[in-house]
């Protein structure tokens, strides 16, 4: 490793969609973050779920947010885990600006793995893969 190893290209695999995920694995088509969030108390729930771990509503549905948020924790891959591999990438915990504790596993992507740091503000950007576009953070 040399102090400018950036991150590879990560070994993308579409996800399996379901009803209450479609929003979330589909709106990068649109460059949307889309997060379920409960209409009655406002509280956002990720992974997406139909009831609200909050107040019990059903009444929950998909909201666009900023894309923004703070790497909360990360790792980095050195494993070759599936053919293709070309070296580490940085696996991270992204915090929603929106709502302390919800937290996406991601990506981090452009980014140096000497200067990936918890704390750091990310930005949304979307992978495609097959029917999905997989939201991956970049350093904001
Ligand atoms: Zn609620």
Redesign the pocket.
């Known amino acids: 490793m040399t102090s400018s190893t950036r991150s590879a290209p990560v070994p993308y695999f579409a996800p399996a969609i379901t009803d209450d995920s479609r929003e979330f694995w589909t709106a990068g088509a649109r460059n949307e973050l889309r997060i379920c969030r409960?209409g009655?108390?406002?509280?956002y729930l990720h992974p997406p779920v139909p009831v609200?771990r909050?107040?019990?509503?059903m009444n929950?549905a998909a909201q666009t947010v900023s894309g923004r948020g703070t790497l909360a924790s990360f790792t980095v891959n050195h494993q070759a885990w599936s053919e293709g591999f070309s070296g580490p990438y940085i696996l991270g915990l992204v915090e929603i600006a929106e709502q302390k504790g919800v937290n996406l596993i991601t990506n981090i992507v452009d980014c140096a793995l000497e200067e990936v740091r918890v704390g750091m503000p990310v930005q949304v950007a979307f992978e495609p893969v097959e029917d999905a576009w997989l939201p991956v953070f970049r350093p904001a």
């Open positions: 409960c009655d108390c406002g509280y609200c909050a107040c019990r509503s929950v």
